[in-house]
């Protein structure tokens, strides 16, 4: 199954605490689920490889989403426990120390990513938990991922110092729509962004 992986060290309660308000955030209205959810976190054994922990979800208050962590001593452990073997475990943990490294370095040359938010993996216990492509949003969706537009909604090139003749990307398409999180802060945020970016980009089109 094609997914993502999210590796967090000992310190995830500091990456949970830096996340955005949107569908998957923790649902801190709820302290007791928090409370669950890292009694179950902090008992987790390395030795037993996966682990069922409480979700965190906005939306299972009374009807719990208990998902499968991966757990190791080591970050090659935890990634073998989540099922990496040979190239891809190997690929997956330079991943890691060139991460730890940019953490360090207190600049993300690869994706950007804000200074405050570099929080290196490297304190065990290690944790996986992963996501298949063809559940929920996918990996990335508008935030991490999609097309990056100007404001006709014309693609950019890699560099965004031009556009890419004729082509143009609106709605879920388009990337950079949010900062560091999917979420929807007012009822009809996506379909009202996927019918105004569709009608502007319609008529320059129309004009050009």
Known sequence: MVGNFAIMDKKYMQYIQKAGLDHGAPNWGFPEGIEEF?????????????????????????????NDIFVGSTVEEVLA?????????????????????M???????????????????????????????????????????GLCVNGNYQVLTAS??????????????????YGNAYNCPSAGNNMGNAMTSGRVAGKFAARS
């Not at 965190?56 to 208050?61: D, M």
């Not at 426990?81 to 490294?101: C, F, H, I, M, P």
């Not at 965004?160 to 729509?177: D, H, Q, S, T, Y």
């Open 103 to 145: 953490c360090a370095d207190g600049v993300d040359a690869d994706f950007g990513k804000k200074a405050d938010l570099l929080i290196p993996i490297d304190e065990a216990p290690f944790y996986i938990a992963t996501q298949g492509t063809q559940n929920l949003y996918g990996p990335g969706l508008n935030t991490l991922a």
């Open 160 to 177: 965004k110092n031009a556009v890419i003749p004729g082509l143009f990307a609106v709605g879920n398409c388009m990337g950079e729509r």
């Open 38 to 66: 890292q009694q179950e976190m902090e008992s987790a054994d390395p030795a037993a490889g996966t682990v069922k922990v409480r979700g965190l979800e906005i939306a299972n208050r009374s009807m719990p989403f208990m």
């Open 81 to 101: 426990n989540a099922g990496l073997t040979g190239d891809a475990l190997e690929a997956a943990k330079a991943s890691v120390e060139r991460y730890n490294q």
